[in-house]
């Protein structure tokens, strides 16, 4: 999503679109959402991330390997 990036994929990093990030424990997401946010995308994570999610009993569904 680094526009100065010649693997960007100009799809994603659309100032009219969201990109919301997620990580295990919610850290990562918010340093990248940030990073993300300094480059004019509009960009927001999970609040603790993927084990917050899990705690809250939302769906989390194990993808089968090669999927």
């Known amino acids: 999503m680094d526009p100065t990036s ?3 994929d100009a799809s994603l990093a659309r100032a009219d679109r969201l990109a919301i990030l997620i990580c295990d424990e919610g850290y990562q997401s918010s340093l990248a959402a940030a ?3 300094a480059m004019a995308v509009r960009a927001g994570d999970v609040i603790g991330g993927f084990q917050s999610w899990i705690r809250a009993g939302l769906l989390a569904v194990p ?3 090669g999927v």
């Open 6 to 8: 010649e693997n960007r």
């Open 35 to 37: 990073n993300l946010a």
């Open 63 to 65: 993808l089968r390997a």
